[in-house]
């Protein structure tokens, strides 16, 4: 059974630090590419940051300069490297792994920036 469990989610100060990680279980995820996404009450869940089995990375303009991911594939981990956080960051975090027949999704960590 596959599973992806976030954490290193919680409460920080507007220019603080983050990093959330997500483990996936279950299979090997290594040729996959995985993702954080986000999602804030009354809005729609968007792309934060992709890498893709070869480490090929994209960013959301919002969070450019400031947000690192990378994976460790030995570990079928996923890491968010969150900076300078900004209030507009506070959101729910969802992992995801992309595959041909549908994505799996991990269960979400809460983010909260205060200003």
């Known amino acids: 059974q596959v599973q992806l469990v976030e954490s290193g989610g919680g409460l920080v100060q507007a220019g603080g630090s983050l990093r959330l990680s997500c483990v996936a279980s279950g299979r090997d995820f290594s040729a996959n590419a995985m993702g954080w996404y986000r999602q804030a009450p009354g809005k729609q869940r968007d792309l934060v940051a992709r890498i893709t089995s070869y480490g090929s990375t994209n960013y959301a303009d919002s969070v450019k300069g400031r947000f690192t991911i990378s994976r460790d594939n030995a570990k079928n981990t996923v890491y968010l490297q969150m900076n300078s956080l900004k209030p507009e960051d506070t959101a729910v975090y969802y992992c995801?792994?992309?595959?041909?027949?549908?994505?799996?999704w991990g269960q979400g960590t809460q983010v909260t920036v205060s200003s």
């Open positions: 995801k792994v992309e595959r041909f027949s549908g994505p799996y």
